[in-house]
């Protein structure tokens, strides 16, 4: 019955009659508010699908009010939207949702009309065998899913690939951290004469032995992903995927075969790529961190251009391994993390060989002499004025960050937004993009942490909750990091200039100590250089600011 009071425009039982038959002769009908969020959400979901959906905004029409009554009275349900499929009443946006990833509106899209909807390879693809995409396809085929993932490593300039594991594995975290440990080894090995270890021989280190089982252990890893992936019955290829329409991937393999997949839904963890710097001679004869860490040939005396993470732990161990390093900085060292502890780590890297140029920026590498190593002339400019200065190094390394691998994949046919401005995705809490079937995780995932725990975590986690009924979403939040410039960095929270800023000078204490490590005292190294610093909110009980 109408509500008491309420106007009737046309007659209960004839609008009764009318709302029947908007749902019965409409494939998909949609009872709408224009302004409402979760309306468009549902849109969009059937949108995404290529499947033509019928809409009436009950804000734009004098008989709203009266339909959603009618509504009410034949579903049980008032609010906005309110979803038909064939006949069939599915509900309000998270039942549609329910039903698209059960397959059951796949099941009522396809009922009366004898139109079936395609039956999809499989249920799940994901696009980047690394660290977010290898954790979610695993995770979804244990869940009892069809699951697919391809991998693809397009070669750098230089010709220089690697096997399945993304990044972290191949070159990345891993490398980095076996090489940063050659050089703590290095250290150690000076150490030890003060622990009572005597040796004569003149001590050395090899390039070339220390690549080579850094590169054998990798290849344990890369060989150990496919048996995993194979154990869990995740289908994996070796080959390079891009979207060619909804729900559809085109992948193309080493040989330039093509083949097509489609799925129900879809997770892209394409990572990222190193950038170059885009002047004469950076793509011909420099190296970035995806040719270092199985180079052949010791790189000899270095430039690290860049002063983040990847520039300053890779200046650090080669500084560590004996050889001639220095780093060209832009503007600041660490740009986002505390600027105390990052000086300090410079002047650690400083003490121990590395040297800074700061404020120049290289704007040509000219080629010397051919070799491995050859011999490079590079050319750079102020930050802040006109000054130039050319250097000759063995190696040029750029490490000024990454571009996410979201340009050629075919984004832009089935209408995934990505930031133009630095081509990562964006998505919403639930790793979700703008088109409901594809999910994006790990690096290229706008405003979140670079890491792989935390992409390995994101991935797990969202198979859980497409496949599994769970609903826990990934905590961004305070991830801790660490960064090993050889010294190691580690930190959570607030760096000082961010809780100055958040909190106000006057409302923050900071708790500062040098400490000496027990290991450091009998070979007698610098007792000015470990130093710990903890931010506290005065305002909120003094509490630690993560
Ligand atoms: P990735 O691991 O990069 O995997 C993406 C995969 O997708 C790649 O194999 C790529 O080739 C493939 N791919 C791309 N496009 C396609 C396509 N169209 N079709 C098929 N395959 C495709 N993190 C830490 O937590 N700790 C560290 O110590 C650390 N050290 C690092 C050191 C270095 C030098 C670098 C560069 C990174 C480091 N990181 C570290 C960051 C970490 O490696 C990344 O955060 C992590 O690998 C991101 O995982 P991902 O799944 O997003 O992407
Ligand atoms: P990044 O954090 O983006 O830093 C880029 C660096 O390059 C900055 O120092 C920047 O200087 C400089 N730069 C940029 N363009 C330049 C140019 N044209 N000329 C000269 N210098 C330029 O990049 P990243 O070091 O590659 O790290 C990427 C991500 O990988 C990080 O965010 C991190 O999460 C992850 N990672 C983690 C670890 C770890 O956990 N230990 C290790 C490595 C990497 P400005 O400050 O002047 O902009």
Redesign the pocket.
Known sequence: MPPPGQVRLPDWDTLKLRVRSMIGSHRVMIFSKSYCPFCRKVKDLFHSLAIEYSVLELDKTDEGPSIQEVLAELTGQRTVPNVFVNGTHVGGCDQTFQAYHSGLLQKLLGGSKGEEMEAYDYDLIV?????????CSKEAATLGKKVMV?????PTPLGTT?G??????????I???LMHQAALLGQALQDARKFGWEYDEQVKHNWQTMVEAIQNYIGSLNWGYRVALREKTVTYLN????FIGPHKIK?VNRKGQETFFTAQSFVI??????RYLGIPGDKEYCIT??D??SLPYCPGKTLVVGAS??AL??AGFLAGLGLDVTVMVRSILLRGFDQEMAERAGAYMEKHGVKFIRQFVPIEVVKLEDGMPGRLKVIAKATGGTEMIEGEYNTVLI?IG?DA?TK??GLDKIGVTVNEKNGKIPANDEEQTNVPYVYA?????EGK????????QA?KLLARRLFGGSNVKCDYINVP??V?TPLEYGCCGFSEERALEQFGQDNIEVYHTLFWPLEWTIPNRDNNTCYAKVICNKRDNVCIVV
């Open positions: 696009i980047g065998g690394g660290s977010g995409g290898l954790s391809l991998d693809y490593v397009v690697w399945l594991g993304g990044t972290c594995v191949n070159v990345g975290c490398p980095k951290k080959a390079y995927a891009e992948a963890a394409t990572g990222e790529r190193p961190s995806d270092l860490f993470y990847v732990e890779c490490a990454r691998c050629n994949i995780v790990g690096d290229i995932l942490p670079e890491l792989t725990p935390v992409a390995i991935g990091t660490t090993f």
